[in-house]
Every structure is written in structure tokens, then in C-alpha cells.
């Protein structure tokens, strides 16, 4: 069974450009989660999708970040103008909707550097 | 608040010692699971364990075993004889329902597992 596939898996981009992200989830999975790990942290969550619908962006910075998840299939996440403190491995995972198989499976993240 | 701490930053031992990773968290709901994950260096985040808050029993596979304490509110994760493709970032994750997000994982900030030959 194919993983969490995501791309770029590195980007390196100046301050104030613009960059996106693609995820396609494992088949089957309604749930998709967006999550930005910084060195040395965590992951935490950007943003949770059920389908196409978005159940949690309380902690996405709406006035720089966006993600699209337009046929509840993969999604997009971009970062429009990005900032210095914004380089940090950003984590696809998905999931199924049941609460009893909730594990979240992880691709191998995109590594994004801003100069 | 919900909120996860792994109080080891680093660790290192050698080859075939037994080591443990501690977690301990904080919730206010009832009904919560608890996960480990294991991130080697090329960065994929690899599922090991799910736990529900009804259920209290150890689970050993393998090497690795887990000891889940409502008590203490910790869920501990031991692995035994080390080998050096354990070298990796453990992380103790939680999810529960505070707030309505049923899918939220909060992370703790990891501990780095150094197995030297």
C-alpha cells in the first residue's frame, strides 16, 4: 500500500516569495492534517481537513497561509509572503475518520529553507 | 489545556543496554489516546503505538514495550537490548476531544535516542 506522498521534498526560497506544497494522502483516508515541525519542536498542527472541509485552522496564520483540499483528495498548502521564521519541515499526514483506527500516518515532509 | 512532556531531551547508551523514554501528559477529557512515533534522520515520522484511555494493559512487540499509568498520567516507552537502528526522535503525542477537535495530535518536543556500537 502506497505511503503519504509529498513534494517538493526540499525548497529553498527568499523572504516574501511565495512557495506550495503538495500532499497526496493514503488511499481510502477521509482525514488529511497539514503540520509544521520546526527544528528541535514537535510537529504542530496547521490544519485538519475532513474531506474537502476544514475542521481545525486555528493555528494556520491566515494572513500568510492558505490550503485547499478542492476534491477531498490531495491538498495544497502555500505560503504567500513567506518569512524568515517560516523554515521548518512541513509534515502531510492522514488518517481515517474512524475514531478507533485514528492513527495518523506521516509522508516524509518538505524541508523549506527561506533565506 | 492538553499538553505533552518528554522530559529527556537526549539520551545515549550503548549497543544492547535496555533504555526508557519517558512521557507525561495533561488532558481534562475522559476519553483520550495516546501515540508514539519514531523519527529516524531521513525524517519520516513512522507510527508505533496507539493507546486509548480505557485501556491500561502494558503492550510489549518485539523489543519495544509500553507502560500506561491513568495514575501518573504517563505512558512510558522502553525498548530493550538497543540496537543502533533505534537511534532516532521518539515522540509522545495526544488526542482527545477538548475543544471538539477530535484529530488534533499535540506533540511533546521529543527525545533524541543516541545507540552507539
Known amino acids: 500500500e502506497a505511503g503519504v506522498a509529498q513534494s517538493p521534498r526540499y525548497k529553498i526560497i527568499e523572504k516574501r516569495q511565495s512557495v506550495a506544497f503538495w500532499c497526496n494522502p493514503i488511499?481510502?483516508?477521509?482525514?488529511l492534517y497539514w503540520y509544521q515541525q520546526i527544528l528541535g519542536q514537535g510537529p504542530k498542527l496547521l490544519i485538519q481537513f475532513q474531506n474537502n472541509g476544514v475542521v481545525d485552522d486555528s493555528q494556520l496564520p491566515k494572513d500568510r497561509f492558505s490550503a485547499e483540499r478542492l476534491k477531498g483528495v490531495d491538498s495544497t498548502l502555500k505560503i504567500q509572503p513567506a518569512k524568515l521564521e517560516d523554515s521548518a519541515v512541513y509534515l502531510c499526514?492522514?488518517?481515517?475518520?474512524?475514531?478507533?483506527?485514528?492513527?495518523?500516518?506521516f509522508g516524509p515532509g518538505t524541508r523549506l529553507t527561506v533565506l | 489545556a492538553q499538553k505533552v512532556t518528554q522530559a529527556q531531551t537526549e539520551i545515549s547508551v550503548v549497543e544492547k543496554e535496555d533504555v526508557t523514554l519517558d512521557c507525561v501528559y495533561e488532558t481534562r477529557d475522559t476519553t483520550y489516546y495516546l501515540f508514539w512515533y519514531k523519527q529516524p534522520p531521513s525524517g519520516e515520522l513512522v507510527f508505533l503505538i496507539r493507546?486509548?484511555?480505557?485501556?491500561?494493559q502494558n503492550e510489549i512487540s518485539g523489543r519495544y514495550s509500553w507502560n500506561f499509568q491513568k495514575s501518573t498520567s504517563s505512558f512510558n516507552f522502553t525498548i530493550t537490548a538497543s540496537q543502533v537502528v533505534d537511534s532516532a526522535v521518539y515522540f509522545c503525542?495526544?488526542?482527545?476531544?477538548?475543544?471538539?477537535?477530535?484529530?488534533?495530535?499535540?506533540f511533546g518536543k521529543g527525545t533524541k535516542l543516541s545507540v552507539k556500537p
Open positions: 493507546r486509548n484511555s480505557f485501556d491500561e
Open positions: 503525542a495526544l488526542r482527545g476531544n477538548y475543544g471538539g477537535s477530535q484529530g488534533n495530535l499535540i
Open positions: 499526514a492522514s488518517s481515517f475518520r474512524d475514531r478507533d483506527r485514528n492513527e495518523q500516518f
Open positions: 488511499s481510502g483516508h477521509a482525514t
